[in-house]
Nanobody, 121 residues
Framework: QVQPVEAGGGLVQPGGSLRLSCAAPGNIFSLGAVGWYRQAPGKQRELVAVVTSSASTDYVDSVNGRFTINRDNAKITMYLQMNSLKPEDTAVYSC???????????????WGQGTQVTVSS
């Protein structure tokens, strides 16, 4: 089973910070782009941030300047640092990783299990 493992969600007060992590399995050939998505109750899932294999990043406007995505290629782990959190950031956050399992396969998309982030006083 190739599934990224997420960690770091929880309950935080408005203005607080959390850091999410997304660890890819160790037995892979290559890791491509990784994105963090979120889905709030009653809303569609949205792409929050993405980091490519060359470390280029992009963010949805609502989190620009507050969230930072980065990756540690040695640990094949990706992070989402979330600062100045707002109640509207409350959602289930999931990572999606483009993974090549072997040198004979192309990239396929794999989802983590999701982690709850709740911003509330």
């Amino acid at each position: 089973q190739v599934q990224p493992v997420e960690a770091g969600g929880g309950l935080v007060q408005p203005g607080g910070s959390l850091r999410l992590s997304c660890a890819a399995p160790g037995n892979i050939f290559s890791l491509g782009a990784v994105g963090w998505y979120r889905q709030a109750p009653g809303k569609q899932r949205e792409l929050v941030a993405v980091v490519t294999s060359s470390a280029s990043t992009d963010y949805v406007d609502s989190v620009n300047g507050r969230f930072t995505i980065n990756r540690d290629n040695a640990k094949i782990t990706m992070y989402l640092q979330m600062n100045s959190l707002k109640p509207e950031d409350t959602a289930v956050y999931s990572c999606n990783a483009q993974i090549r399992r072997t040198n004979r396969s192309g990239y396929s998309s794999y989802w983590g299990q999701g982690t709850q982030v709740t911003v509330s006083s």
